[in-house]
Structure formats: structure tokens, C-alpha cells
């Protein structure tokens, strides 16, 4: 079964250090997204990606984040400087229709 | 009054009981209904998912919409261990547009 994959799983960076999570959708699909979870908290969204432009973000996604689909298959999120609020586990999602969505496994960022 | 509201549990139940999750939510507009199951650590996996209001069934899963009570359900006959997960409710209001999670429901069957 095709499936999302996310690198690195588990990620530690010093406060204030850049970070870049990477992502690759499932290869027909057209819509992308990044999802957050603190721990213990709510699956929360972050932005939605279509057609190479962003098509919506959340309060939570301002300017230290951005998204980027370099080529055809990789999608990632670029986090610039990173606070200790930050740590989470980050999911990647794609669907090829915009309802049903498959996420990875997920990246778990500690910022310490 | 939040978006979307679901017991967090835990839920015990013993192997081969009918479990019934449910959530509810505030805002009319949401059109489309789904249930991910996630274990821990991993990310969410969508279980089903329901335009508006009706039953929609899938092997021991069943899900149900109701929009005029703003309300969910999700109904798994013939449990198992290996469902013992977190449940979540998911909504949105159109394609494409941004899910709305519940915070998740944890379900444990016991053997």
C-alpha cells in the first residue's frame, strides 16, 4: 500500500537553530499538508499546499515557517529559528482528493 | 464552546464488545465526517469517511452522522486487541479544506 514517508523520525535542535523536515507524498496525489501534535494535545493544522502555493495556514504556521516542493516528489517545512515551544511531532499528510488523507509516521522535533 | 469535543477516555472494554465513540461539534458548516485510528507514536490513519449526514459501514466499522444534532458516532462490532488505539474525530467543510481533529478518544480491549 502506498504510504507517506517522513525523515528524519526524531530530530534534536538547539533553540534558535534552523530545521527542515522532509516529506514524500504519495506519488498521484495533488494536495499536501503539515500537521502538528503537541504531546498530550490535539492533532493541529499547520498549512495546506496545492498547485505549488500555499492554499490556506493556520494561526500557528507565521514567518519562522514555510513549505517548499523542491521537485515533483520531495514537500517539506522549513522551520527558521526554532523555540523550545516548537517541539512536537510534525505530520506530513497528502490526499489525492482533498477529503480522505493519508499521514506519515510522523517527525517528533525536540528543541532543547 | 470548542469546535469539536470528544471524551478522551480511556476507554476499557473486554475483546468481542460492540464500542461505540462519539463526538460532537459546534459548527454547522462542516460537511464532511472522518474517524482516524492512531497508535502511539504514529501518525493518524483514516479509518472512514461520510459526506453529511447518514450511515456508512466497513467491515466491523461503522460510522454515523447526525447534523441535526451536531453529532458522531463510530461503532466497532467484534473488538479486538489490536484495536486498542486512540480514536480521533475528524471534520472539515469542502474539499481540500483544513481538518478539524477532536482530541482523540483512547480505547484498550481487554483480552
Known amino acids: 500500500e502506498p504510504e507517506v514517508t517522513q525523515t528524519p523520525s526524531h530530530q534534536v535542535t538547539q533553540m534558535g537553530q534552523e530545521v527542515i523536515l522532509r516529506c514524500v507524498p504519495i506519488?498521484?496525489?495533488?494536495?499536501f499538508y503539515w500537521y502538528r501534535q503537541i504531546l498530550g494535545q490535539k492533532v493541529e493544522f499547520l498549512v495546506s499546499?496545492?498547485?505549488?502555493?500555499?492554499?490556506?495556514k493556520s494561526e500557528i504556521f507565521d514567518d519562522q515557517f514555510s513549505v517548499e516542493r523542491p521537485d515533483g516528489s520531495n514537500f517539506t517545512l522549513k522551520i527558521r529559528s526554532t523555540k523550545l515551544e516548537d517541539s512536537a511531532m510534525y505530520f506530513c499528510a497528502s490526499s489525492r482528493d482533498g477529503y480522505g488523507y493519508t499521514f506519515g509516521s510522523g517527525t517528533r522535533l525536540t528543541v532543547v | 464552546q470548542k469546535e469539536v469535543e470528544q471524551d478522551p477516555g480511556p476507554l476499557s472494554v473486554p475483546e468481542g464488545a460492540i464500542v461505540s465513540l462519539n463526538c460532537t461539534y459546534s459548527n454547522s458548516a462542516f460537511q464532511y465526517f472522518m474517524w482516524y485510528r492512531q497508535y502511539s507514536r504514529k501518525g493518524p490513519e483514516l479509518l472512514m469517511y461520510t459526506y453529511s449526514s447518514g450511515n456508512k459501514e466497513d467491515g466491523r466499522f461503522t460510522a454515523q452522522v447526525d447534523k441535526s444534532s451536531k453529532y458522531i458516532s463510530l461503532f466497532i462490532r467484534d473488538s479486538q486487541p489490536s484495536d486498542s488505539a486512540t480514536y480521533l474525530c475528524a471534520m472539515t467543510y469542502s474539499s481540500a479544506s483544513k481538518i478539524i481533529f477532536g482530541s482523540g478518544t483512547r480505547l484498550s480491549i481487554r483480552p
Open positions: 499546499f496545492y498547485n505549488n502555493e500555499i492554499s490556506e
Open positions: 506519488s498521484n496525489h495533488l494536495y
